[in-house]
């Protein structure tokens, strides 16, 4: 059984960091590429970044140079550090997993993954 948990949100001021983990089971880990999402209340799902050997990574530009994704064969996981948190980086995170193993703006931004997680609340106070 394919399993994506997510974990490590929670309430943060503004400024604050915060990291979030995306353990892996039931697939071969680091064959596919991984992705974080988020929705906010009342917005449409958005892709925050991608991992994948192949590709590498890529961010949305909202969160380039303050969110680091990042993963660990070993452990099978994936992360998500974010730094530098706003107000409006509040969301629900979740994190993906794509067969293909891609991590492109394609991929991305339809949303072409085939495993979801159940998600973690970051809320970011001001």
């Known amino acids: 059984e394919v399993q994506l948990v997510e974990s490590g949100g929670g309430l943060v001021q503004a400024g604050g960091s915060l990291r979030l983990s995306c353990a892996a089971s039931?697939?071969?880990?680091?064959?596919?590429?991984i992705a974080w999402f988020r929705q906010a209340p009342g917005k449409e799902r958005e892709g925050v970044a991608c991992?994948?050997?192949?590709?590498?990574?890529r961010y949305a530009d909202s969160t380039k140079g303050r969110f680091t994704i990042s993963s660990d064969n070993a452990k099978n996981t994936a992360y998500l550090q974010m730094n530098s948190l706003k107000p409006e980086d509040t969301a629900v995170y979740y994190c993906?997993?794509?067969?293909?193993?891609?991590?492109?703006?394609?991929?991305?931004?339809?949303?072409?993954?085939?495993?979801w997680g159940q998600g973690t609340q970051v809320t970011v106070s001001s």
């Open positions: 039931g697939f071969t880990f680091d064959a596919y590429g």
């Open positions: 991992i994948s050997s192949s590709d590498g990574t």
């Open positions: 993906a997993a794509d067969s293909h193993g891609l991590c492109t703006s394609t991929v991305l931004s339809n949303e072409l993954y085939d495993f």
